[in-house]
T-cell receptor, first 113, second 114 residues
Framework: DQQVKQNSPSLSVQEGRISILNCDYT??????FLWYKKYPAEGPTFLIS?????DKNEDGRFTVFLNKSAKHLSLHIVPSQPGDSAVYFC????????????FGQGTELSVKP | DSGVTQTPKHLITATGQRVTLRCSPR?????VYWYQQSLDQGLQFLIQ???????AKGNILERFSAQQFPDLHSELNLSSLELGDSALYFC?????????????FGQGTRLTVV
């Protein structure tokens, strides 16, 4: 039972353009959502998060949007840079889950110069 | 550097053997999580400890066990290893923020069972 889904295994974008990574979840008890970035041979690195009381959170080139009614979140990267090429995981946690994060399968982003 | 330390980085062992993976959380973090990432898979939650006690359990096999010690470091024990146990094993520790929990990951231990 995949509670957090990233349906696009890969995404290719031109440098300078917008990258949009999508994530869907099924558990309505989730109330905190995070994006992690992972390079090969390294651990995931926290990127940005959003609480369910918000619908948008911005940090520099990274913006996360949350649509609770659709149980959907997205990560926008503007402008995309070659150094952004990595695997991006979305994760969710919920009240009563003890803080554990449930991860999606990941989307591999490739930003071409 | 996330502040979470995992050892060893790489481990090669034979089927049927037992190994122990070690994790030192970030200073001050009381929660430790273990995740498994198999080839082309996402991060599967295994188990969580909080201040020495088991807090949550995921899809952890009975052959696997973990503990968190008084100094808050944690060990994941994998026994009767099978080829399918080959994976990256990540440890994370967390800090509770106003909205929720952010976990910080170590570099992982790559386990190869041959």
């Amino acid at each position: 039972d995949q509670q957090v889904k990233q349906n696009s295994p890969s995404l290719s974008v031109q440098e300078g353009r917008i990258s949009i990574l999508n994530c869907d979840y099924t558990n309505s008890m989730f109330d905190y959502f995070l994006w992690y970035k992972k390079y090969p041979a390294e651990g995931p690195t926290f990127l940005i998060s959003i609480s369910s009381i918000k619908d948008k959170n911005e940090d520099g080139r990274f913006t996360v949007f949350l649509n609770k009614s659709a149980k959907h979140l997205s990560l926008h990267i503007v402008p995309s840079q070659p150094g952004d090429s990595a695997v991006y995981f979305c994760a969710a946690s919920g009240t009563g889950q003890g803080g554990k994060l449930i991860f999606g399968q990941g989307t591999e982003l490739s930003v071409k110069p | 550097d996330s502040g979470v330390t995992q050892t060893p980085k790489h481990l090669i062992t034979a089927t049927g053997q037992r190994v122990t993976l070690r994790c030192s959380p970030r200073s001050g973090d009381l929660s430790v999580y273990w995740y498994q990432q198999s080839l082309d898979q996402g991060l599967q939650f295994l188990i969580q400890y909080y201040n020495g006690e088991e807090r949550a359990k995921g899809n952890i096999l009975e052959r696997f066990s973990a503990q968190q010690f008084p100094d808050l470091h944690s060990e994941l024990n994998l026994s009767s290893l099978e080829l399918g146990d080959s994976a990256l094993y990540f440890c994370a520790s967390s800090v509770q923020t106003v909205g929720g929990t952010e976990a910080f990951f170590g570099q992982g231990t790559r386990l190869t069972v041959v």
